[in-house]
């Protein structure tokens, strides 16, 4: 069965920073493009971010650019999210998800989301 | 960017009526285009795929149509578990999402 766990949510100052990880289970990792995709309180569903397999290729959505990083460690299973200079707007849930296997954006699973709240 | 436009905002409908949810692109998105499923609380779920294709695990009552910049989504006969929010996005370009359409209980 295919799990994506997020941690690292929580409450933070503005101009301050926090990592999101996301451990996965069930599928070999090193195969699989992974993504951030997050969701304001009350809102819609924004991509934050996404990285290849391999780790070759990043890719950010222009409100984050500059500001986060996206990474993986495939000995791990594990995806993160290093969040610089926070903003109140970046407040969200952030979830972990996995591409198809043969789908380049097609978010199939989805962790449970980890809340980060910026005051 | 590509912006998705989503209507109605607000579908209220009965169990056992059809909904249909539309989704418009402000350019062509050819047939890159994903519905999702949010109920409150959950991540959302993987319904449609590329316009038409049922992902693993949707009934057959979910079907998807559509090219360029306009779509639709149909759940023939709404059974009380389809009422949720959905969401459009298009993975033509640098991903982009449409700001949902809430089917409710009438």
């Known amino acids: 069965e295919v799990q994506l766990v997020e941690s690292g949510g929580g409450l933070v100052k503005s101009g301050g920073s926090l990592r999101l990880s996301c451990a996965a289970s069930g599928f070999t990792f090193n195969k699989y493009g992974m993504n951030w995709v997050r969701q304001a309180p009350g809102k819609g569903l924004e991509w934050v971010s996404s990285?290849?397999?391999?780790?070759?290729?990043?890719s950010y959505a222009d409100s984050v650019k500059g500001r986060f990083t996206i990474s993986r460690d495939n000995a791990k299973n594990s995806l993160s999210l290093q969040m610089h200079s926070l903003r109140a707007d970046d407040t969200a849930v952030y979830y972990c998800t996995r591409d198809d296997a043969r789908l380049l954006s097609v978010y199939e699973f989805w962790g449970q989301g980890t809340l980060v709240t910026v005051s | 960017e590509v912006v998705l436009t989503q209507s109605p905002a607000t579908l209220s409908l009965s169990p056992g009526e059809r909904a249909t949810l539309s989704c418009r692109a402000s350019?062509?998105?050819?047939?890159?285009l994903v519905w999702y499923q949010q109920k409150p609380g959950q991540a959302p779920r993987l319904v449609i795929y590329d316009t038409s294709n049922r992902a693993t695990g949707i009934p057959a009552r979910f079907s998807g149509s559509g090219s360029g910049t306009d779509f639709t989504l149909t759940i023939n006969s709404l059974e009380p578990e389809d009422f949720a929010v959905y969401y459009c996005q298009q993975r033509s370009k640098t991903t982009t999402f449409g700001g949902g359409t809430k089917v409710e209980i009438k």
């Open positions: 990285i290849t397999s391999t780790a070759s290729y990043t």
């Open positions: 350019e062509s998105v050819r047939n890159y």
